[in-house]
Structures are given as structure tokens and as C-alpha cells.
């Protein structure tokens, strides 16, 4: 069909042009659209060129990766020392958990993979039922790395690493959202008592850095309780955490119930909902999609705040990298233990981000920009 025999409503559909579409126009769209952002590719590529191969050099291509010592990966590379983290790695995990009883640790791991399929993909078989058994996971690990009721007892100060940090984190993210929901509600509810709670709980705990409460529940405590009962360290540090995270968590929410239209309320009146059933299948969920990213701020922040630990005695994997570099044979290797810490925290804190991403992007139906 030509040109001249085109009628109304007939116009074949022509290809984009060749300058719009493709690898050239997606790289002159991004890189090169301006002069400004002509000059920062160049920079950018300038400092790619001199720092990649470097860096490249040290991490892997001469670096040493077995040895008993310092001295010993120096004879053979010129580059980053990693057999301080061969040796120390069942350490960086464990901590001083006895050996014999490790496959208790493999095993909540194990149980943490499995609880969180369900919880994150929505598409994930027998999801409703794994959900339930879900709600047993704290309990069910409590259990396992404790021991008791058939397990040996395992003392919580031989809890150490990775394994240390994932307790603490897991337990703050895992107990801080109901809380802070609660707190949320309470703060805007009619009852004054509940609101003064409320308010009070909120404001105190923002007023006061975690590093103070993590004193208190590691010395102030003690003199309170009655002469002769103790209380188990670990057990005070997840109680202070997960207070700290619910304050703030408390705030988000709260936002996110404040940008609720109040037709939203008044629909909920209308159907003749009571307040928490209006709360349930209205309210809370449009809240909580709203607060999102708010959220997984305070769970990323929570996370990485478990590093304070240290300073009571505890000891995460910075604690463990410190022990580490206390021994002679890996003196001067502070470079490689604190770039695996650093690594393992940006794994953790990045997919959390990610996956708050992706939340955002199957629960967007409206005003996107």
C-alpha cells in the first residue's frame, strides 16, 4: 500500500525512529543528554579506570587466600590476606556456641529460610498453612539454641557473629511491628489513658539513645531486681531493642494512618464495622502499604544498630573481628575482617531494601509518578 492510496483509519503502523529506540539512544538519554552530565560520565569513567583494576588486583588476583599467618600470605601475595577469614570463619558464624551443638544453629537457619518463603512470596505453595506454623518459628528457635525439655542447656554468652546479630535483628524486626502498631492506634485513640500510655511510651523512648538503654540493661537492671534473681543478659538486650524499634516503628505507622483520607473512616462507619474489624480490612492495610518504605528504614536501622552490642560485652561480629585482630598471627589485618563485616551487612540491609522495593511496586494502583 503506498502513499497515495492511504484512506482514514488505514495508516499502517511505522516503526520508532532509529535514533529513539536501542543501546545509543538509552545511552545519549542517560550519559550524555547535557553537558553537565558529559563532563560526570567522563569523571566517572576516568575514576573507574584508575581504581577497578587496582581494587580488582588486591581483592583477588594477588591475594592470598590459605595461610597461618599474616607473615605466611605475605610470602605468597602482595594483596589482601583472606585466610584470617578461613580460620576465624566458623567464629564469624557461631561465635563460642559449643561445636557438638552446632547442627542446633544449622537447623534455626534452616527453619528461617523455610519461615520466610511464605512470608515473602505470596506465590509460595500451602502459603496459609506455612504462615501459621510461621508464627511458631520464635519459639521453636528459642528452644533449639538455648536447649532445655531434652536439649543441653547452651548459655547465652557463648552466642556470638553472624548467629548473634541475626537473634537480635530477627527478634526486634520480628516483635517491633505489632508493637509499634498498637502504639500507632493508641496514640490516636479517644481513651486518654491508653493515649498518655501511649504518647509517653513513644516520647521516651525517642528521647533516649539505644547506647543508654543498652547500659541500663546491661548494669541498671541488676539493682532493681530482688537479691538473688538473675536475668539473662541476652534476654534484656532483645527487650530494650525491640522497645526502641516499636517507638519508632510506632511513628511510621502513625503516618501512614494520618495520609488515610477520612472517607476511608466514614466508609468503615457505613458498613457497620466495629473498630477493630473497620481497622483490619480497611484502615491497617492501606496504612501499612503507605509506610513501607518508612518501615523497612527501621527494620534496615534496627539491623545494623545490633552492631552496639559490642559495647556491653557482647560480642557480634565486630566484636569477633576485634578478637581476631587481637592475635598476633593477624596483626594489621583490620582491612580484610571489617570489608567481610561490611560485606555481610550490605548483603543483609541491600535485599531487604530490594525486596521493600518490589512490595512497593506490586502493591502500586495509584498516583504514580
Known sequence: MNKETYRVGEHPDLPPPRNVIGIYAWTRKHFFSSATNIVLTLLAIWFLIETV?????????????TGGSRDECSAKAGGACWAVIGERLNLFTYGFYPV?????????FVLLIFTLIPILFEKAPYRKYALHIAVAFPFVTAWLLVGGLGLTPVETDQFGGFMLTLVIGITGIGFSLPIGILLALGRQSKLPA???FSIGFIEFIRGVPLITLLFVASTMLNYFLPPGVTFDLLLRVLIMVTLFASAY???????????????????????????????????LPQAMKISIPGIVNTFIGLYKDTTLVIIIGLLDPLGIGRASLADTRWTGLSTEVYLF?????????????RYSQHLENKLETEHKR
Not at 583494576?53 to 587466600?65: E, I, R, S, T
Not at 563485616?341 to 531494601?353: E, L, R
Open 341 to 353: 563485616v561490611a560485606i555481610f551487612f550490605f548483603i543483609s540491609c541491600f535485599g531487604m531494601a
Open 100 to 108: 557438638a551443638e552446632r547442627w542446633r544453629v544449622n537447623l534455626s
Open 194 to 196: 491508653i493515649q498518655i
Open 249 to 283: 516503628m510506632a511513628e511510621v505507622i502513625r503516618g501512614g494512618l494520618q495520609a488515610i483520607p477520612k472517607g476511608q473512616f466514614e466508609a468503615a462507619d457505613s458498613m457497620g464495622l466495629h473498630y477493630w474489624s473497620a481497622m483490619r480490612l480497611i484502615i
Open 53 to 65: 583494576p587496582a581494587l580488582v588486583d588486591w581483592l583477588f588476583l594477588d591475594a592470598a587466600f
